[in-house]
């Protein structure tokens, strides 16, 4: 990585719908552009699990790397949703609820995810106006 990275990077399974359609909202909702995202399976994806030491057993979840620090599941979900626009900063406030508990239901539609919504082929190729907000 010969350039400086993001203050906030968010992995997530490219060949997932779920996660895809997860990614596409965030978008849609980061009004201040704040994010910056890349598959797990892309070249960078793999070079930031390393660098981060993140472990085989949160490739199902959605990975936040904010500020050089790694979140991952509701907690990963909860702080991204604090950063976007509308109504959805609210939702942070279930980060006083022990991870243990709020991650149940989030384990359950990782675990089934692609036996719910499907996967793709290949990671998605998103338009050019979303184009710049991939990194990798």
């Not at 996660?19 to 910056?36: E, M, P, T, W």
């Not at 598959?39 to 936040?64: A, H, W």
């Not at 790694?70 to 991870?99: D, E, Q, S």
């Given at each position: 990585m010969?350039?400086?990275?993001?203050?906030?990077?968010?992995?997530?399974?490219g060949?997932?719908?779920?996660?895809?359609?997860?990614?596409?909202?965030i978008?849609?909702?980061?009004?201040?552009?704040?994010?910056?995202?890349?598959?797990l399976?892309?070249?960078?994806?793999?070079?930031?699990?390393?660098?981060?030491s993140?472990?085989?057993?949160?490739?199902d979840?959605?990975?936040?790397?904010?500020?050089?620090?790694v979140?991952?599941?509701?907690?990963?979900?909860?702080?991204?949703?604090?950063?976007l626009?509308?109504?959805?900063?609210?939702?942070?406030?279930?980060?006083?609820?022990?991870?243990?508990?709020?991650?149940?239901?989030?384990?359950?539609?990782a675990?089934?995810?692609?036996?719910?919504?499907?996967?793709?082929?290949?990671?998605?190729?998103?338009?050019?106006?979303?184009?710049?907000?991939?990194?990798?």
């Amino acid at each position: 990585m010969s350039e400086p990275l993001p203050e906030r990077i968010v992995l997530f399974d490219g060949v997932c719908n779920f996660c895809n359609n997860s990614i596409n909202f965030i978008i849609r909702r980061d009004k201040k552009d704040l994010f910056r995202f890349a598959p797990l399976q892309s070249e960078l994806g793999e070079e930031l699990k390393r660098k981060y030491s993140i472990p085989e057993k949160f490739m199902d979840s959605v990975i936040l790397i904010e500020n050089g620090k790694v979140y991952f599941k509701t907690t990963a979900a909860l702080r991204i949703a604090r950063r976007l626009g509308g109504g959805w900063p609210l939702m942070y406030g279930f980060i006083i609820v022990p991870p243990f508990i709020r991650d149940i239901v989030y384990n359950i539609i990782a675990k089934n995810r692609y036996k719910w919504w499907g996967q793709r082929e290949s990671c998605m190729i998103p338009t050019p106006e979303v184009r710049r907000k991939f990194i990798g």
